[in-house]
């Protein structure tokens, strides 16, 4: 472990009655969820979008335009309000939403998926959790770090998809593939979430339910999930190398549900934050919405009212984090100074809830280890900062979160801050080293056609990828490798522009 420098800043002692908050939920409509036969929105009161080549466009058809605020207000829903309250297909999920006590709203059809970004009002730092219903329109290179960032630093993400060749507005994409270009082609990590959808197109009802009695999934507070129907959906694969926490829940029938293929259902973690990831959009159509398309009853009817059961429960897990917690976090930051990374927290406290925090700090935003524990100031029932500094930071990219626990044993993790010193690799560098069955290996911004490449000590080309432009860092499985010593180098322009030499033990 390095020696860690603990630093005790300013106690502000007053006690800040802000810390329950109300839990929102977004739900996405720029990703043209209403094209075609869908209307994958809580709510709309105008029909007037078409879908030319695959991008939205006022008065030129009659699709739904869901709005941000579903109409009537949400504040007149009770225990006993229909579904048909709202018009939109997965209405009675959001209805649900605000039945639980959630506030739910609806990113518009030219909406700006963002995050950290002050001047959007619907950034997603302001929401615990975004439900994106089958997407049909691909996500920019910037909306897929601003949602991986947003998983990272806590939030949740509901990821729904559709079977193979379900491309609904005609651009060539659909929701499978969409998901999957965000998993694999994203400038923070290949396959962050360890999921994938499969390209396939399954039918059936499912009673193939994973034995995991603590799942709060499955068995939530909405009830025990114990079958599924598929109405043209699709499979997921997970892979747990890619993400530890990765756990299929559901499967195929047929199928062993402790495998990592033919799964209907799965979710993970990643940083802070949780992912939910459901192979087939039927489940959520409550069979009333766009009076112009052909709808389903899947979210009560089908399956005999379980998908109520899962989607529910899956929303319950994934904002459970938000809101009220028994420590409250205020912030965490993180900068560099000097070659050192400096961590920040700020946090409410009681002088009775602990004792001490615990900082942890990942490579990959996925697997974190503790690196330093910090005293908490005695006595205080208030405003409490604290900071720590590391003099020689592991990685280009440190991941950092604080973990304290409270006197009923329940854990609490902080979001997650990222400090990014890429921009000082000069030279090929691999994390960890040694190295076991898996290896990072950063390198400078590629700036011209460019090749990693990885040979063992005879000389045997074992590695081989090109690479994207201005791309930094790549992963490499490396379980198959032999102990023993191997050599990497950066290929630019026909050049080895950049070597290594590394080890495994």
């Not at 659909?174 to 998901?179: E, T």
């Not at 193939?208 to 009695?213: E, K, R």
């Not at 899962?310 to 965490?332: D, E, R, T």
Request: hydrophobic share 35%.
């Amino acid at each position: 472990m390095n020696k860690l420098l603990i630093i005790a800043l300013l106690v502000i002692c007053f006690v800040d009655h802000s810390s329950a908050q109300t839990i929102k939920i977004l739900f996405d409509a720029t990703k043209a969820e209403t094209a075609g036969n869908a209307d994958w929105v809580i709510d709309a009161d105008v029909f007037n979008i078409g879908y030319d080549s695959g991008i939205p466009k006022i008065n030129t058809g009659n699709e739904a335009n869901a709005q941000k605020i579903p109409s009537p207000a949400q504040s007149g829903i009770t225990s006993n309000t229909s579904e048909t309250y709202w018009e939109g297909a997965i209405s009675n999920w959001g209805i649900d939403c605000v039945k639980r006590g959630y506030t739910v709203e609806t990113l518009p059809y030219n909406g700006l998926i963002t995050y950290g970004d002050a001047n959007n009002p619907q950034d997603l730092k302001n929401y615990s959790a975004f439900i994106v219903c089958e997407p049909n329109i691909r996500f920019t290179t910037a909306e897929k770090t601003a949602l991986i960032q947003y998983v990272q630093n806590g939030g949740g993400l509901m990821m729904v998809s559709d079977h193979d060749q379900s491309d609904r507005n005609n651009d060539g994409w659909d929701s499978p593939a969409i998901w999957n270009d965000l998993m694999t082609s994203n400038s923070i990590k290949t396959n962050p979430f360890g999921i994938s959808f499969d390209l396939k197109d399954y039918s059936e009802t499912s009673t193939n339910i994973a034995n995991l009695p603590d799942d709060s999934i499955l068995h939530g507070p909405f009830g025990s999930v114990t079958k599924v129907q598929w109405s043209g959906g699709t499979t997921i694969t997970i892979s747990s190398s890619a993400n530890s926490s990765v756990k299929g829940i559901i499967y195929k029938s047929g199928s062993s549900n402790t495998g990592s293929t033919n799964i209907y259902f799965a979710h993970s973690t990643y940083g802070s934050g949780k992912v939910a990831a459901i192979g087939d959009s039927s489940p959520c159509d409550d069979g009333s919405g766009d009076p112009n398309d052909v709808l389903y009853n899947g979210y009560i009817t089908d399956a005999g009212g379980n998908h109520q059961k899962l989607l529910m429960n899956a929303v319950i897990w994934l904002v459970s984090h938000a809101g009220v917690l028994p420590l409250n976090f205020v912030k965490i930051t993180g900068t560099t100074i000097q070659q050192q990374n400096i961590i920040n927290w700020s946090i409410v406290e009681n002088s009775l809830d602990k004792s001490a925090y615990e900082v942890q700090r990942s490579a990959d935003a996925v697997h974190f280890s503790t690196i330093a524990i910090v005293n908490a100031h005695p006595g205080i029932n208030g405003l409490s900062n604290y900071s720590i500094t590391e003099p020689q930071p592991v990685s280009p990219i440190t991941y950092y979160r604080v973990k304290t626990t409270d006197k009923n044993n329940q854990s609490v993790y902080s979001a997650v801050v990222t400090i990014n010193n890429r921009n000082r690799v000069k030279d090929l560098q691999v994390i960890p080293s040694p190295f076991t069955n898996r290896m990072g290996i950063y390198f400078p911004a590629v700036q011209d056609k460019a090749e990693l490449k990885i040979y063992n000590s005879n000389g045997l080309l074992l590695y081989h990828k090109t690479l994207a432009l201005q791309q930094q860092l790549q992963q490499v499985e490396t379980s198959a490798f032999s102990k023993g010593s191997y050599f990497i180098t950066l290929n630019q322009s026909g050049k080895i522009t950049a070597s290594k030499t590394a080890v495994k033990p």
